[in-house]
């Protein structure tokens, strides 16, 4: 395997979406790769086709983050492969979609698990070893869903609100410690997060397919902001706008608005 000048960088959801993504531009630059995801086989295959392509070297670690004990069981066996991670990216997630009267608590448990603690968990253990030697990185995958309310996916928004204070609060904590720390704030984007959701058929989704992001676009928008030190960046001009708009109007109007966005299209039972 080749080497590099770069260091390695560990991304979570690495072999889909955003987090696909992040792992091209990553490895495009030099950098070797840990790629967390729960399937052996998209692991592998994601680890060769990169592997070949930009020469870098790819190691994989099946491991389901929805378990507890799942993201201690990521650091241990980087530790355990004698791995230094000089680039962290929190990028797996999920969201349920439906509303909370209705679904199901189980599964928004686990959401919490992966989307909450997962993240916490990585982040500290890292973090701890990247203030020591005064140098690292770390990417937040948050959303503006953490700066929106959201009907009929309250859990979810709820998560990436937590994500975002969090973040916010680690830039300061971390100045003058050579360690930058990012929060990535995409908005609605082309990848499966949505099947996994079960929210096909939101209005959004059903109705205005063609707006969402491509995620080649956020992922670039993200490592730039990474690499420039930057504390925050909002993913595409739409997203800008309705975020900045949100921070002026009520919360119930805000609220609303996203309502529509994501009530059930007209068109699910045609």
Same mark, same amino acid.
């Not at 790769?33 to 990169?50: F, P, Y």
């Not at 707006?211 to 030190?229: C, H, I, T, W, Y």
């Given at each position: 395997?080749? =080497? ?15 987090? /696909? ?21 998209? /692991?592998? +295959? ?29 650091? !241990? ?5 004698? *791995?230094?991670? %000089?680039?962290?990216?929190? !990028? ?12 199901? *608590? ?14 916490? *968990? ?15 990185? *770390?990417?937040?995958?948050? =959303? ?15 998560? +990436? ?12 904590? /971390? ?32 109705? %205005?397919?063609? =707006? ?8 670039? !928008? ?9 504390? +925050? ?7 800008? /706008? ?26 699910? =039972?045609?």
């Amino acid at each position: 395997m080749a =080497s590099n000048n770069n260091g390695w960088a560990l991304i979570t959801g690495g072999t889909s979406g955003i987090g /696909l993504e992040l792992a091209k531009l990553f490895a495009d630059k030099g950098y070797n790769l840990v790629i967390v995801a729960r399937a052996q086989q998209e /692991l592998d +295959k994601t680890a060769e086709e990169i592997s070949k392509l930009y020469g870098v070297e790819v190691q994989s670690i099946s491991k389901d983050l929805f378990e507890p004990n799942g993201p201690f069981e990521v650091y !241990d066996e980087v530790k355990a492969r004698g *791995i230094q991670v %000089d680039v962290l990216v929190n !990028d797996a997630g999920q969201g349920q979609y439906g509303l909370f009267v209705e679904t199901d *608590i189980h599964r928004e448990l686990q959401i919490i698990q992966l989307n909450i603690a997962a993240y916490l *968990i990585l982040t500290k253990q890292f973090l701890k070893e990247m203030v020591g030697r005064k140098n690292g990185k *770390i990417l937040q995958v948050a =959303s503006i869903a953490g700066k929106l309310p959201g009907p009929y996916q309250s859990v979810y928004h709820a998560t +990436k609100a937590f994500i975002l204070s969090h973040t916010m609060a680690l830039v300061n904590e /971390l100045k003058d410690t050579g360690v930058t720390i990012t929060a990535l704030l995409p908005g609605a984007t082309d990848t499966d997060f949505f099947h996994k959701a079960e929210m096909e058929d939101a209005k959004m989704i059903r109705e %205005d397919k063609d =707006s969402l992001a491509d995620p080649a676009d956020v992922a670039k !928008d993200g490592f730039e902001a990474l690499m420039n030190g930057e504390s +925050k960046v909002v993913s595409g001009f739409k997203n800008k /706008l309705q975020t900045t708009l949100s921070n002026v109007m009520p919360d119930s109007l805000v609220s609303a608005q996203m309502a529509k966005q994501m009530e059930p299209s007209s068109e699910e =039972s045609k």
